[in-house]
Structure formats: C-alpha cells, structure tokens
C-alpha cells in the first residue's frame, strides 16, 4: 500500500501554546483511518491542518506525494482531499438535488460570460451534473428527500449528504469530523455502511476523527492515538484498547490498572461536553 | 365615482410608483447584503450616478436628433445600466475589495460605503451642479387620460410611470427565474447561505460577486433614471430615498429579493396611503356618518411622510423580528 497523507514534523502553535509539536503520522490509501485522543490532544488541530483550515506554524504535509502544506480548503478541494464537518454544513434554502449540483467545480454556468453566450454547453453540462446527483442520492439511498429543502434534514440525514457532497466529485481523501455526532442508531448503521461502501467499491481513503469508540472500532484499522499534540501510538483497535500508555494517556493513570476504554458510547457522549 | 378616481390617482398609482421604485432599489441592498454582508449606503447615490449616466447618453442621442416611439431617456437607460453596473464593480475594486480582502468586518465596510456615498455626491455636484433637470430633452412627458365609467375625471398616468411599472414587473420575473434557474442565481444563494461551504466547493466567488454589484447597480440605475423621469433630476434625489429603501429591506427581510419586493411595495403603499385626505372617500357618504367630517383626515401630515417607513419597520419587526420573508439569505 501506498501513503497518501505524510504529514511530516508539523507543528502549529497558538501563542506560546503548542497544540500540535512535532506530529507525524502516514496514512494508506484506500484505509480507512481512525484518530483518537483524549480532549486537548490536537486531533482537531491536526486535522484542520489537514484540511486545509490552519496553516501548520512548521513541518510539512503531502498529499499523495506533493507538498500541500498550507494551501487553502478550495485547493484541496481540486486536489481530491474533502472534508465533513461535526456540525453538518448545508445550503439550508436549497434542495438537497441542489445542494449535490453546486459541488463540482469549474461549471461553466457559474461563469459570468458562458452563461450567457455558451447556454448549450452550459445546459449540457448542467445535465450531466444532475444525472450524477440522481446517481449519488440513489447510491446514499436518500432519494426520497431529494426534493426537501436541506435545512429540513434530520441530523443523520444531513451528515448523508455531506458524504453526498465527496461522490459528487472523485475525491481521493475524505476527512470526516464526528461524522457520528448528533445522528442516531439506525441511521449512523446506513452511514457506517456507507461509508464502507464508499472504502471497498469505489476506493475511497477515509480519515476519522471520532469519540465514539464503537464507531472507530467497527470502522478504523488502523487507528492513531495522540496524546499532548503528539502521535503516542498507532495500530489495529484492540492493540490500542490494551495498551498501558494510552489507558494513562486517557484516564490520567488508573490505580487499578486493569482499566479498559470504553466502547460505551456513553464515555463518548461525556466525552464531546 | 370622482372620489374613487381621485384615491386611484393619488393612492393606488402613487403607491405603485413609488413602491416600484423603492422595490427596485431594495432588491439590490438586499442581495449586497446577502453576499457580501454589509449594509451599502452609497446605493442611494449609486441611483444618481446611474440617472445621470441616462441623462448623458439621452442628451447625446437628442442631438443626434433621434426620434424613437418611446422616449429618449428610456432606451438610454439601458446602455447607462450596463456602465452603471461597471461603475459599480469599479467602486467595489477600488474600495471594498482591499477592505474585505484585509479581512476588515462589516462595519468597516459600511463606513466605507458611508464615504463612497460623500464621494458621489461630490462629484455629481462638481460636474453637474445643483440645479434639477428634466429627463425629457426631446419631447414633453405624455400624459395618458383614461376615462373612468361613470366619473366626470379621468384616470390620469403619465408615460414614465407606465413605464416603470412594466419594468419594475419584467425585471422582477427575470430576476426571479435567475435566482431559481440559471447556475449563477443558484451559486449566489448558495454563497449568501453558507459562505463558507461555498468556498470550500469551489463556488468562484469573483463571479457571484460580479453578479452582485451587475444586478445591483443595473436596478439602481433602472431606478434612479425611472424615478427621475417621473419627477425631476436633482444631485439629492435618491439620497433622500435611501432610508425608506433601507427600511423596505428590512421590513422585507434582510438578504431576501422577494422580501425586497413586498416590503418595497408595502413600505410604498403605507407612505402614500397615510397621507392621503381620506375626508374625500367620505364625503359622499357624509349624511349617513354620525361625525363630522373634516377637511383634510390624512393619517399623518405631508411633511412627516420619511416618519412613515420607520414606523412599519417598528410593527413588522415586533411581529416578524426577520422581516415579511424570514431574512438573512436569499
């Protein structure tokens, strides 16, 4: 396997405050990759930077071999590295048909000049780009709301369409933010299996940031653990739900020391207060 | 039936008239606002500018001695649109770009527009001068009577408010079939809904806010030339209307066009209807009543018509606090 994401020696400092010192980490193509850590750990930091939203303070970041370190969301974008947001974000006064059509970039309708002088290409274009929303809503199962204005959407169905929103482009790298947060049982199965669709059929490298431990262990292998905006360890789930230093790292040492992360999501739910 | 005649003239038609207007120029308030969030005080003068664009293009077409069916001033409205709209976009390059590009917030922008709008007034002074003009080089208005059934007067129209209200109607059904339709109208809801998800899908922003400032400036142009058609053309004129405009956004709904359009109506009508003398719709009837009627029962006096708008503002928003339409995107 491959490394699509190096992300090599960064660090990003807030003030005198140093939330990510010296991270480096590797993720595979075509893994789906889980990122856990107690709260103050820099995962969403480092992830930001991955996104493209912070700029690292130093050190670098690859995505699939070429140095992208601070380029902003957008560019990311072209590049194939999408993100999901733990608040779902959606043109609320649009409907979910039109939310997946205004993704892919580059429409010439959306240009001032072929607009006008270019109307067949445009709604050519325009069709193509409507036959592949019909496609990802049916893929997604959300077929039946495609009509309903996004802001309508329950949280679950929501956090669909921001998946929605990474087929509607050939997205190399989805960086998915609690995508679990806020949705409940039954739908977060669809989004799991989704997700492992998206991973198996169409080759999709996923990277998690998630507080809900079984999510992460259904879904994640291999899962990274950081700790004081550092990389502490990395491995398959039931290597890291052993590990001493991590249950430390987590509970601030057990006296007992036959503590265990829990896969209760309640832990998780306390967890994100 | 001469009373009815009489509210018709100087209620109905008034209303419609200035309604159009302040519709017109709310609508490109309300979606400056909506993309690019600030409150654009310098629309008002954005109005004279584009009125005096017309009044130079019609000046010139005059001397050429063109003689067209419909009056001069309006077919040069459409070419002094489009400079208007590129003046526009000029005035956003020029100071509102560097300012949001620093990352500078609203307020500073609507400070900047504040100054924006000293700054065509000057210059409309300095060029023109003070004195008002007439949009009609060429000919006199037209004045249409139409005799109403059973009135000794006639229903009284002139040519320029005819023309308003027609354009004010397609303007409003293109713009409307823009913002569902055509992919531009929807990336500018998408930016004015979410501007961050915009950006992130790669929306190109440049040209929403082209969009914008064409839209914006093309209508205000529209407006400022239609107004002064009807009365005259003054340095002050749209100045002065840019308070009920503002207060037509709001009641409307801030970011809204639709909400644009109703509360510029809305704030229209209120405007002319309280100063109408109701005493005349009441004198036929005047035995039957069991008061009084006294010569003038206009609502409020002429003089503290500007008091109008602010007042429909106030009962809107206790009872809709986001406007007729729920405000802040479009």
Same mark, same amino acid.
């Given at each position: 396997?491959?490394?699509?994401?190096?992300?090599?020696?960064?660090?990003?400092?807030?003030?005198?405050?140093?939330?990510?010192?010296?991270?480096?980490?590797?993720?595979?193509?075509?893994?789906?990759?889980?990122?856990?850590?107690?709260?103050?750990?820099?995962?969403?930091?480092?992830?930001?930077?991955?996104?493209?939203?912070?700029?690292?303070?130093?050190?670098?970041?690859?995505?699939?071999?070429?140095?992208?370190?601070?380029?902003?969301?957008?560019?990311?974008?072209?590049?194939?590295?999408?993100?999901?947001?733990?608040?779902?974000?959606?043109?609320?006064?649009?409907?979910?048909?039109?939310?997946?059509?205004?993704?892919?970039?580059?429409?010439?309708?959306?240009?001032?000049?072929?607009?006008?002088?270019?109307?067949?290409?445009?709604?050519?274009?325009?069709?193509?780009?409507?036959?592949?929303?019909?496609?990802?809503?049916?893929?997604?199962?959300?077929?039946?709301?495609?009509?309903?204005?996004?802001?309508?959407?329950?949280?679950?169905?929501?956090?669909?369409?921001?998946?929605?929103?990474?087929?509607?482009?050939?997205?190399?790298?989805?960086?998915?933010?609690?995508?679990?947060?806020?949705?409940?049982?039954?739908?977060?199965?669809?989004?799991?299996?989704?997700?492992?669709?998206?991973?198996?059929?169409?080759?999709?490298?996923?990277?998690?940031?998630?507080?809900?431990?079984?999510?992460?262990?259904?879904?994640?292998?291999?899962?990274?653990?950081?700790?004081?905006?550092?990389?502490?360890?990395?491995?398959?789930?039931?290597?890291?739900?052993?590990?001493?230093?991590?249950?430390?790292?987590?509970?601030?040492?057990?006296?007992?020391?036959?503590?265990?992360?829990?896969?209760?999501?309640?832990?998780?739910?306390?967890?994100?207060? | 039936?001469?009373?009815?005649?009489?509210?018709?003239?100087?209620?109905?038609?008034?209303?419609?008239?200035?309604?159009?207007?302040?519709?017109?120029?709310?609508?490109?308030?309300?979606?400056?606002?909506?993309?690019?969030?600030?409150?654009?005080?310098?629309?008002?003068?954005?109005?004279?500018?584009?009125?005096?664009?017309?009044?130079?293009?019609?000046?010139?077409?005059?001397?050429?001695?063109?003689?067209?069916?419909?009056?001069?001033?309006?077919?040069?409205?459409?070419?002094?649109?489009?400079?208007?709209?590129?003046?526009?976009?000029?005035?956003?390059?020029?100071?509102?770009?560097?300012?949001?590009?620093?990352?500078?917030?609203?307020?500073?922008?609507?400070?900047?527009?504040?100054?924006?709008?000293?700054?065509?007034?000057?210059?409309?002074?300095?060029?023109?001068?003070?004195?008002?003009?007439?949009?009609?080089?060429?000919?006199?208005?037209?004045?249409?009577?139409? *005799?109403?059934?059973?009135?000794?007067?006639?229903?009284?129209?002139?040519?320029?408010?005819?023309?308003?209200?027609?354009?004010?109607?397609?303007?409003?059904?293109?713009?409307?079939?823009?913002?569902?339709?055509?992919?531009?109208?929807?990336?500018?809801?998408?930016?004015?809904?979410?501007?961050?998800?915009?950006?992130?899908?790669?929306?190109? #922003?440049?040209?929403?806010?082209?969009? #914008?400032?064409?839209?914006?400036?093309?209508?205000?142009?529209?407006?400022?030339?239609?107004?002064?058609?009807?009365?005259?053309?003054?340095?002050?004129?749209?100045?002065?209307?840019?308070? *009920?405009?503002?207060?037509?956004?709001?009641?409307?709904?801030?970011?809204?066009?639709?909400?644009?359009?109703?509360?510029?109506?809305?704030?229209?009508?209120?405007?002319?209807?309280?100063?109408?003398?109701?005493?005349?719709?009441?004198?036929?009837?005047?035995?039957?009543?069991?008061?009084?009627?006294?010569?003038?029962?206009?609502?409020?006096?002429?003089?503290?018509?500007?008091?109008?708008?602010?007042?429909?503002?106030?009962?809107?928003?206790?009872?809709?606090?986001?406007?007729?339409?729920?405000?802040?995107?479009?």
């Amino acid at each position: 396997m491959s490394t699509i994401i190096d992300v090599r020696g960064v660090t990003k400092r807030f003030g005198g405050f140093y939330a990510v010192d010296e991270c480096t980490l590797s993720i595979q193509k075509g893994s789906i990759t889980g990122l856990i850590g107690p709260n103050g750990a820099g995962k969403t930091t480092l992830f930001n930077m991955v996104a493209g939203t912070h700029v690292p303070t130093s050190g670098q970041i690859l995505l699939d071999g070429e140095d992208v370190t601070g380029l902003p969301a957008h560019e990311l974008f072209n590049r194939g590295l999408l993100r999901t947001f733990q608040i779902a974000h959606e043109f609320s006064h649009m409907t979910v048909t039109e939310n997946l059509m205004m993704v892919p970039e580059k429409q010439s309708g959306e240009n001032l000049t072929s607009a006008w002088f270019q109307a067949g290409r445009v709604s050519r274009e325009e069709a193509e780009v409507r036959r592949k929303a019909e496609e990802v809503m049916e893929f997604l199962k959300i077929t039946h709301v495609k009509n309903e204005l996004a802001g309508n959407l329950s949280g679950g169905q929501k956090k669909l369409l921001e998946l929605g929103r990474t087929m509607m482009v050939d997205a190399k790298v989805v960086l998915l933010d609690e995508i679990a947060a806020g949705v409940n049982r039954t739908l977060l199965n669809d989004l799991v299996a989704n997700i492992e669709r998206l991973n198996s059929e169409l080759g999709y490298t996923f990277f998690v940031i998630e507080h809900d431990m079984d999510m992460i262990a259904r879904l994640c292998d291999p899962v990274i653990v950081m700790a004081a905006g550092t990389v502490m360890t990395q491995g398959h789930i039931e290597e890291i739900q052993k590990n001493e230093a991590v249950i430390e790292a987590y509970f601030g040492g057990s006296p007992t020391g036959n503590a265990t992360i829990e896969t209760d999501s309640t832990a998780a739910q306390e967890d994100q207060q | 039936m001469n009373e009815i005649v009489f509210f018709i003239n100087k209620g109905i038609t008034s209303g419609l008239i200035i309604g159009s207007i302040y519709a017109l120029g709310a609508i490109g308030v309300t979606l400056i606002f909506g993309i690019l969030r600030f409150a654009h005080f310098a629309h008002g003068d954005m109005m004279t500018l584009g009125a005096f664009v017309t009044l130079i293009l019609t000046a010139a077409l005059a001397s050429l001695g063109i003689v067209l069916p419909l009056p001069l001033a309006f077919i040069a409205m459409f070419p002094a649109m489009a400079i208007t709209a590129c003046l526009a976009i000029g005035l956003d390059r020029v100071f509102y770009k560097p300012l949001r590009q620093a990352g500078a917030r609203p307020v500073v922008l609507v400070m900047a527009s504040v100054g924006v709008t000293l700054m065509l007034q000057g210059l409309i002074r300095l060029f023109a001068g003070v004195r008002s003009r007439d949009m009609f080089i060429e000919a006199p208005k037209e004045i249409f009577r139409i *005799p109403f059934p059973g009135a000794s007067r006639p229903l009284i129209i002139t040519e320029p408010q005819v023309l308003l209200i027609v354009f004010t109607f397609v303007a409003v059904i293109v713009l409307h079939w823009f913002l569902t339709r055509s992919r531009l109208g929807k990336a500018m809801r998408a930016v004015s809904d979410n501007p961050e998800l915009a950006r992130i899908t790669g929306i190109n #922003t440049n040209h929403v806010v082209w969009a #914008t400032w064409i839209i914006g400036g093309a209508l205000a142009c529209a407006a400022g030339t239609l107004l002064s058609m009807d009365v005259t053309l003054k340095p002050d004129l749209s100045f002065n209307i840019l308070l *009920p405009i503002f207060a037509a956004t709001i009641v409307g709904g801030i970011g809204q066009p639709y909400g644009a359009i109703a509360g510029g109506f809305l704030v229209g009508f209120s405007e002319t209807l309280a100063v109408f003398n109701w005493a005349i719709l009441l004198r036929p009837i005047k035995d039957h009543l069991w008061f009084e009627v006294p010569a003038n029962l206009a609502l409020v006096p002429t003089q503290y018509k500007l008091m109008v708008p602010f007042l429909i503002l106030i009962i809107v928003l206790i009872y809709r606090p986001t406007g007729i339409f729920k405000g802040r995107v479009l």
